[in-house]
């Protein structure tokens, strides 16, 4: 009989290897595609200015930041109903697919080494270092 870890685990990995991306696109899409749709919302809430829509770095919600709001999201459920078994089953889904996002490597590379690295992923990490290293 399989635990409760490996069948959320198991379960998790089968979603968004399949059903999911058949449903909704690779998570790089998907998740631009979501973000630009919460950037839309929150500047015409007034929460956010216009410039955020206009690619102006710093502003607004990336890619990246999708899985991480998605998780909050699926905590916030949790707090109400804590042996939710979709809930934890999502929040290993969105972990995996943040990664995949976000270039995390299997084989422990940075991101700008890694191939499968998202392309705005790889520039910003780069300027990450670069300013680590005073340049």
Not at 67 to 76: G, T
Request: net charge negative; aromatic share 6%.
């Amino acid at each position: 009989m399989t635990g409760i870890k490996e069948y959320i685990a198991d379960e998790a990995k089968r979603i968004v290897s399949g059903a999911r991306r058949a449903d909704y696109g690779t998570p790089e899409n998907n998740f631009e595609r979501i973000a630009r749709f919460w950037n839309a919302y929150l500047v015409n809430v007034g929460k956010l200015p216009s410039a955020a829509l206009n690619g102006h770095r710093g502003l607004g919600i990336t890619a990246a930041d999708v899985s991480p709001m998605m998780r909050l999201m699926k905590e916030a459920r949790l707090c109400e109903t804590p042996d939710h078994l979709d809930s934890f089953i999502d929040l290993v889904g969105y972990t995996l697919t943040g990664a995949e996002v976000n270039g995390v490597s299997a084989h422990g590379e940075d991101a700008e080494d890694c191939p499968e690295a998202h392309p705005h992923m790889q520039e910003a990490y780069a300027e990450a270092l670069a300013a680590d290293r005073g340049e």
